[in-house]
């Protein structure tokens, strides 16, 4: 029932700036906490930023903390990710992914979601 697609990828120079949508449909995206996660080849998932469903609280991995900023229109149901200052190794398929009942302890881990979207290719280069 609940889909996420993810849009928004490209190419981007270092030091340039991109965003990233996630559209959320099949339920109401207002009571799930929603995050970005990346993929790099030959790496494993990493979190990225979470949003709680209230919009009131968010984290973030420290290797992006200052230069992503995440946010969610409820009414629109999609979340954003924002991205500046993007260096090469923020390089990867960037996925978006949502879980009804996610704690705080948890939320940093990709395998407590329950839905994924198919992802969306950033490549940072010049």
């Known amino acids: 029932q609940v889909q996420l697609v993810e849009s928004g990828g490209g190419l981007v120079p270092p030091g340039g700036s991109l965003t990233l949508s996630c559209k959320f449909s099949g339920r109401t995206m207002r009571t799930y906490t929603t995050g970005w996660f990346r993929q790099a080849p030959g790496k494993e998932r990493e979190f990225v930023a979470t949003?709680?469903?209230?919009?009131?609280?968010?984290y973030y991995a420290d290797s992006v903390k200052g230069r992503f900023t995440i946010s969610r229109d409820n009414a629109k149901n999609t979340v954003i990710l924002t991205m500046g200052s993007l260096k090469v190794e923020d390089s990867a398929v960037y996925y978006c992914?949502?879980?009804?009942?996610?704690?705080?302890?948890?939320?940093?881990?990709?395998?407590?979601?329950?839905?994924w979207g198919q992802g969306t290719q950033v490549t940072v280069s010049s």
């Open positions: 992914a949502a879980d009804q009942r996610l704690i705080t302890s948890s939320l940093r881990f990709p395998d407590q979601y329950d839905h």
């Open positions: 949003i709680k469903g209230n919009g009131g609280s968010t």
